[in-house]
């Protein structure tokens, strides 16, 4: 058990509304992620971070937003959400040797 | 940009049966990893592999990397229904970001 939390693990919501998933771990790893995975895309990179405060973007940025203020929390904003959003977040961390574990995953919905 | 190509994308298949799925790739592989992820759950790590014509096995698992680094197969021995899953592949890149292929939906019926 890698001690990763995601919160909320179901969320629906309606176009142009504000979204924070949340993203705990009790490792204290330096690496943390937050992917999407919709049906014939695969995972898909959003951003990451590399520790407190310093993140980077992904392949598919656009429209999120990260912040890191404490090494076990890693917060994914939609500023203003889209359908095209509605998918299936998964935060990870990263081990020693580049392995990555992943969290619970959130399903998000956006009417 | 790395492409990884998984194949096949689905495969339904009876318990008792074997099966091998493929990892192919553009460009020579960092370092290869598979996981597995049951539906409605996040992946997991099966097995890393790092060395050209490396195998690795893990119970009824088993994993080859190819001499040149760029292919990668799973291979299961008698699949039971536990089996069933999503299969990715994924390579460990630079700057711990990894790249990962879309995946093999293996379904096993009893």
């Known amino acids: 058990d890698a001690g990763i939390t995601q919160s909320p693990r179901h969320k629906v919501t309606e176009t142009g509304t504000p979204v924070t998933l949340r993203c705990h771990q009790t490792e204290n790893h330096r690496y943390m992620y937050w992917y999407r995975q919709d049906p014939g895309h695969g995972l898909r990179l959003i951003h990451y971070?590399?520790?407190?405060?310093?993140?980077d973007k992904g392949e598919v940025s656009d429209g999120y937003s990260v912040s890191r203020s404490k090494t076990e929390d890693f917060l994914l904003t939609l500023e203003s959400a889209t359908s095209s959003q509605t998918s299936v977040y998964f935060c990870?961390?990263?081990?020693?040797?580049?392995?990555?574990?992943f969290g619970p995953g959130t399903r998000l919905t956006v009417l | 940009t790395q492409l990884l190509e998984q194949s096949p994308q689905f495969l339904s298949i009876q318990e008792g049966e074997n099966l091998t799925v493929y990892c192919n790739s553009s460009?020579?592989?960092?370092?290869l990893q598979w996981y597995r992820q049951e539906p409605g759950e996040g992946p997991v790590l099966l097995v890393t592999v790092v060395t050209g014509g490396e195998v690795k096995k893990l119970k009824r698992l088993t994993f080859q990397f190819g001499d040149a680094r760029k292919d990668s197969s799973l291979h299961i021995t008698a699949a039971q229904p536990g089996d069933t899953g999503l299969y990715l592949c994924?390579?460990?890149?630079?700057?711990?970001?990894?790249?990962f292929g879309k995946g093999t939906l293996l379904t096993v019926n009893p």
């Open positions: 460009s020579v592989f960092s370092s």
């Open positions: 971070s590399y520790g407190v405060k310093d993140t």
């Open positions: 990870a961390i990263a081990g020693t040797n580049n392995e990555q574990f």
């Open positions: 994924a390579d460990g890149g630079s700057n711990y970001k990894l790249t």
